[in-house]
């Protein structure tokens, strides 16, 4: 089947690990089951993984993606929770099980054309959503959705600022908590992004860095070391920083006196449980939001859309169809 795929991991030049083309199909394990790959989405873990951050060289070969949707063996569409977790140890959120993997780190991922998953990892596709739609809900969106509405501690009407407005994480979160009914603030490097952000719910965009008009009551970082320090500044005293990842750079400095002077909490988030996902899809399809797709690309074309998540241009979602 066609698929693309680390062949090796390359942490300086990660396109170069790259390949599309054959690979056989995944096995089936008991109490799993097959999925044909309508759709999947790219996130920056994909990259990552080329790099070979969570994925070592005696992994590859390995086929990327953790975001899918397709039908079952049943005939059913699907969408594919990412996360797999050690079936007797989930009794009730998977992502705090430490033996939990993604796919793609260690079972093969959806960048094919045919996935194999844990039966208890899908949930129902709504005719509502397109195919193309509901692959980008299992990471960013989930993501995005668990650290606004579990992690955040934000009420509607509370001000939550967004930073780097064009990624994945960021697009839904500024979606989702407009809908929500979150004053939502969104900075960017670049002036075409802050005005896409404002087209995509953003009340107010500002440059990254910038000095805010008062403080926020949460933050939503996905960027990491470039703008941590700013995140914990625009808090206010008692809010939080939300964080679940690192795409500029994983060690950056705390300001201590900062955190306990002003009681703020720094609160880690990833992915989402599968029940999660299922009140995600209810969400969307309740509120009329929909992910935003910067790009459709054929499975075939993955390098493209590589390249375009590697050089950071996107606004929005990478979707591979199949
Ligand atoms: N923990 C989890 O479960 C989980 C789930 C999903 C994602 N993640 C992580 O979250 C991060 C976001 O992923 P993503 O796929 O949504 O998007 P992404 O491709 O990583 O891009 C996010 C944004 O980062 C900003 N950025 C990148 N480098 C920057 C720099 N040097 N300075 C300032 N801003 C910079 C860009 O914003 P502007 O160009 O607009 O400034 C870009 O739009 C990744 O690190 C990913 O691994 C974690």
């Given at each position: 089947m066609l698929a693309a795929y680390a062949a090796r991991v390359s942490p300086d030049d990660p396109l170069s690990a790259l390949?599309?083309?054959?690979r056989p199909a995944p096995e089936v394990p008991a109490g799993w089951v097959r999925v044909d790959v309508r759709?999947?989405?790219?996130?920056h873990h994909d990259v990552w993984s080329l790099r070979g951050v969570g994925l070592s060289a005696e992994q590859t070969p390995m086929i990327l993606g953790c975001d899918a949707a397709g039908v079952d063996e049943d005939g059913r569409d699907v969408i594919v929770h990412a996360?797999?977790?050690?079936?007797?140890?989930?009794?009730?959120?998977?992502?705090f099980d430490p033996r939990r993997t993604l796919l793609s780190e260690k079972y093969s991922g959806t960048f094919a054309e045919h996935v194999a998953v844990?039966?208890?990892?899908?949930?129902?596709?709504?005719?509502e959503l397109s195919f193309e739609e509901a692959a980008c809900l299992p990471?960013?969106?989930?993501?995005?959705?668990?650290?606004?509405?579990?992690?955040?501690?934000?009420?509607?009407?509370?001000?939550v600022l967004v930073q780097g407005a064009g990624g994945g994480v960021a697009t839904a979160?500024?979606?989702?908590?407009?809908?929500?009914?979150?004053r939502v603030w969104a900075t960017s490097r670049s002036e075409q992004k802050r005005a896409r952000a404002l087209e995509l719910g953003a009340h107010a965009v500002f440059e990254a860095g910038a000095r805010l008009p008062a403080r926020v009551d949460a933050v939503i970082e996905s960027v990491g070391?470039?703008?941590?320090?700013?995140?914990?500044?625009?808090?206010?005293?008692?809010?939080?920083?939300?964080?679940?990842g690192a795409t500029s750079g994983r060690t950056a400095p705390l300001e201590l006196a900062r955190v306990f002077f002003q009681q703020i909490d720094v609160a880690g988030s990833t992915m989402g449980t599968v029940h999660q996902l299922r009140g995600l899809v209810d969400f969307l399809v309740t509120t009329g939001v929909r992910p935003v797709i910067d790009t459709t690309l054929s499975l075939g074309e993955a390098r493209k859309g590589f390249e375009r998540m590697a050089a950071g241009g996107m606004v929005g979602k990478i979707v591979l169809t199949v």
């Open positions: 390949e599309v083309g054959e759709a999947a989405s790219l996130n996360v797999v977790a050690d079936p007797d140890a989930v009794a009730g959120d998977e992502t844990p039966r208890r990892n899908l949930v129902a596709k709504p005719a990471t960013a969106w989930l993501t995005a959705y668990k650290m606004l509405f579990s992690r955040s501690g934000l009420m509607p009407g509370d001000t979160a500024i979606r989702m908590a407009h809908a929500a009914g979150y070391e470039a703008t941590l320090e700013h995140s914990l500044r625009s808090t206010r005293p008692g809010g939080r920083v939300v964080v679940c």
